[in-house]
């Protein structure tokens, strides 16, 4: 029985190393995903986030609407599809005295089968968000750097 449970939880551990660690787009850049949850007051309302696997676990970052009405906006990018891709940039904004700070800016965005493109801007709902985005983009670093020299390998 102890062995049966051993061997069952190496196929597991091996089949987390085959499958990938961070869901990604055609184009390469992250899954953003909703689910509903329910809040005190029994209303239910949507949550968006990005998953990954770190050490062995289930990680994810949170995010939310730049502003209060910005969640019917994401309602419409996510009535072309149930996922949306989470566009990253950093943009540089200049202060009053001169110098210049770097902020990162993330915008979850669909394209409809017409052709018009949903963008909005979203922002991590809190810190830790951040740092578990950081490990899932390390991840997706990782990922497309083995997807590289797999591809180089086919073609040499």
């Not at 953003?32 to 968006?48: A, I, N, Q």
């Not at 950093?90 to 700070?101: H, P, Q």
């Amino acid at each position: 029985m102890a062995n049966e449970k051993k061997a069952t939880e190496l196929e597991k551990a091996v089949e987390e190393m085959k499958a990938p660690a961070v869901k990604m787009t055609a184009n390469g850049n992250l899954v953003l995903e909703r689910e509903t949850f329910k809040t005190k007051d029994k209303r239910e309302m949507y949550g968006y986030f990005v998953s990954g696997k770190a050490r062995g676990r289930d990680i994810k970052a949170d995010f939310v609407a730049k502003d209060q009405g910005g969640y019917e906006t994401l309602d419409l990018i996510f009535d072309v599809a149930e996922t949306a891709e989470l566009l990253i940039r950093e943009e540089t904004m200049v202060n009053a005295d001169g110098t210049k700070t770097a902020y990162m800016v993330y915008e979850a965005q669909n394209v409809d089968e017409d052709g018009i493109v949903y963008k909005y801007e979203i922002k991590p709902a809190r810190k830790s968000d951040v740092t578990n985005l950081n490990v899932i983009l390390q991840k997706l670093e990782i990922e497309k750097a083995k997807m590289q020299e797999e591809q180089a390998k086919q073609t040499a």
